[in-house]
């Protein structure tokens, strides 16, 4: 899969080097035809450092408890609680987390298994933390069975600013837990269903971190 070991996301190279042309471009023209052209330079060179802030891609140390899930992305949990995960229509544990801009946004497989099914959703772009996000917006959702048989999905929610999910696995693909298999752009969250009676591990309002931050234990 890509962007395991870039320390910057492939997908946010075009961005990044079509913000530093265009810095260098008007910085050129500033030299050369006006000095206001500097103004863009200096807002082309702010948006390419953010855009690498954006999409940086950090080592993460994932825990070796073979029963502990973990977060899928850096964020904050928004949402907590029973809910009807509604691609399998099973009542499972919930649990959202919302990415900002300046979160780290490549998204983790929350545990080892195997894809058994994916499923994909076009539709609006609500902001995430609105209660009509896990309907109606575009998502990426992948369900996954354990070798021990406990069943999970986790969804890629497409935000207000989120216009493009990326998520590179497949079904029959075998993940390890921690492992990189997508992203999205520019503000999103991620949706973990868990088997019901999973011990929770999290707390509203709590940060995550992707690879690290254990949601909750298998039981």
Avoid: W
Wanted: charged share 20%; hydrophobic share 50%; net charge positive.
């Amino acid at each position: 899969m890509r962007n395991t070991n870039t320390p910057v996301a492939f997908e946010g190279f075009p961005f990044i080097l079509g913000f530093l042309a265009a810095t260098v471009l008007f910085a050129v023209a500033g030299q050369f035809l006006h000095p206001a052209f500097y103004a863009p330079a200096v807002l082309g060179a702010l948006l390419t450092l953010f855009t690498v802030f954006f999409f940086r891609n950090p080592e993460r140390t994932t825990p070796a408890n073979e029963q502990a899930v973990i977060a899928p992305a850096d964020g904050v949990v928004i949402f907590l609680g029973k809910a009807v995960e509604p691609h399998t229509k099973k009542e499972m544990e919930k649990v959202s987390i919302f990415m900002s801009v300046f979160n780290v946004h490549i998204n983790r497989a929350p545990i080892d298994g195997k894809v058994v099914d994916a499923f994909y959703t076009k539709g609006k772009f609500y902001d995430v933390r609105d209660a009509r996000a896990t309907f109606e917006n575009e998502q990426q959702g992948l369900v996954i069975d354990t070798a021990n048989g406990a069943r999970m999905v986790v969804v890629q929610v497409a935000g207000l600013i989120a216009r493009r999910i990326v998520c590179y696995a497949k079904v029959g693909d075998l993940l390890a837990k921690g492992r990189r298999y997508g992203l999205i752009r520019f503000g999103s969250r991620l949706d973990v269903y868990l088997p019901a009676g999973t011990a929770i591990k999290v707390a509203m309002g709590q940060k995550t971190v992707a690879g690290e931050t254990i949601l909750g234990i298998l039981q």
